[in-house]
């Protein structure tokens, strides 16, 4: 992303979508992401939060967080369908194009079948999102409908009340289509922003493994030095105490 004059990010694509938890701070809940693609396609992973529920009032506070961060309004908001952020979107972005992400949808429509003639229902829907224009693709989903309107009803039913945000990504160049279409892009920049904390982390946990053996070690001198000089006292017991490990030491509960 390239930074505005008030050291706010350019985006004009944004992906947002709810990643699972659970969380260390929220036990159960989930984290509200969002990632930034450039005009050329370039990514950027913009902010995340954990929350307790992703109802609207949350999302909308998120994407008031997000708008301080960003340049602009967006062209296009990609997100995973969540009724709930669809419904936030409007209120502060009322002018930009919604496309829901094309993964999340199929998912949906292969959960409306319930047992009906899947495969080749699927596959067919699938053919509607590989078009070479939105006018093509608009065919291809008038034939699926005519073809499944029967013995796929509750499949058709699901994906005619939002064709249309399915197809917005046609709007923009076709080299930007694969990025623009799914949010799966958020997962995987979310992982690689994490990664330099887990790997400080796992630092900070070698470190006090070391500090806690080099104070047994200490703690073993100095028994042995009273022990050379005033004789060595009965332990009431041989076996040792339990000894702490890495994540005893660092969170302060035991597992």
Known sequence: GVKA???????????????????ALIPGGTVLAALGLSIHGARRFLVHETVV????????????TLADRIQGTPLLICCDGNPALLKAIPATYPHTAVQISLVHRLGALARSLDGQPQTAC?????????????????????EWRTRWRIRGRSAVRSLETDIAACLNFYRFPRNLWRRIRTVNLVRREFQAARRPNLLGVA??????????AAAQAATRNTAAAVDARYGAVPAEEDAAPPRADASTVLLGVRS
Request: hydrophobic share 50%; no cysteine; charged share 25%.
């Open 122 to 142: 699927l596959v067919e829907a699938r053919r509607i999102f590989s078009a070479p224009t939105r006018e093509a693709a608009v065919v291809r989903f008038r």
């Open 203 to 212: 630092t900070a946990i070698d470190n006090l493994a070391g500090i806690a």
């Open 5 to 23: 004059g008030d050291g706010r990010l350019s985006a004009p694509f944004l992906l947002l979508t709810v990643l699972p938890g659970p969380s």
């Open 53 to 64: 529920d992703a109802e609207e009032t949350t999302w909308g506070r998120f994407l008031i």
